[in-house]
Each structure stands twice: as C-alpha cells, then as structure tokens.
C-alpha cells in the first residue's frame, strides 16, 4: 500500500529526495514516518510528521533532513542535504503509529513501504 522511491548513488555532500505514495488515504490524519536500517544494524526512526502537529528527527539528521507531507498527493517525502556516507542505508517509510510513544517502535507501524537504497560516497 506504500510504494517508496528516490533512492540512490549520491557523493558526500549531495541531494536526494524520497517520496512514498499511498494506494489509499493512509497518510490523512495519521502519522508517517522514515526509517532507515545500514547493512548489520537494526531498524532506527529518522523522522516523523503528524497531521498538523510536530515534526521530530533523529539527532544526527537535524538541520539536513526535512520530512513533509501532501496529504491531497497521499504522498510523503523526505529531502536530505548535506549527505554523509554514514547515511547510506535503505530507508522505508511507514504509515500509521499506535501512538506518539510508539513512533520509534518499527512494529508498532501498520504500514510499510518496500524500501529504497541510499547510497552515499565518500
């Protein structure tokens, strides 16, 4: 129900944008988020966005990540600048949180995306 897309190769320093359409209204009053999970490591949020409230991102993408969302698109993006090849890593989105304490919790999530590579060089 979610397609996720706009990954790839980008050098240190670069641009990429990710967006994941929904088949439905998933997004509408819900939370959706990113999440990214590197080669070994475990699943980790990287940001949220509420309908009509806060957004929220992990410490290390602060002030180069910006999630947002076009509810009429059904659609969710998430611009990252100044990549880092610590970034690199497949990033889902998800849709549907069982609650603003569960947003760092993978299965608390009712929708997922298939995942879209992000690769940064060095």
């Known amino acids: 129900q979610l397609q996720a897309s706009g990954g790839g190769l980008v050098q240190a320093g670069g641009s990429l944008r990710l967006s994941c359409v929904a088949s439905?209204?998933?997004?509408?009053?819900?939370?959706g988020s990113w999440y990214r999970q590197a080669p070994g490591k475990r699943r980790e949020l990287v940001a949220v966005t509420t309908s009509g409230g806060p957004t929220e991102y992990e410490d290390s993408v602060k002030g180069r990540f910006t999630i947002s969302r076009d509810n009429a698109k059904n659609t969710l993006y998430l611009q990252m600048n100044s990549l880092k090849p610590e970034d690199t890593a497949v990033y889902y989105c998800?849709?549907?949180?069982?609650?603003?304490?569960?947003?760092?919790?993978?299965?608390?999530?009712?929708?997922w995306g298939q995942g879209t590579l992000v690769t940064v060089s060095s």
């Open positions: 998800a849709a549907q949180s069982a609650g603003a304490s569960y947003y760092s919790i993978p299965s608390k999530w009712g929708y």
């Open positions: 439905g209204s998933v997004f509408g009053v819900n939370a």
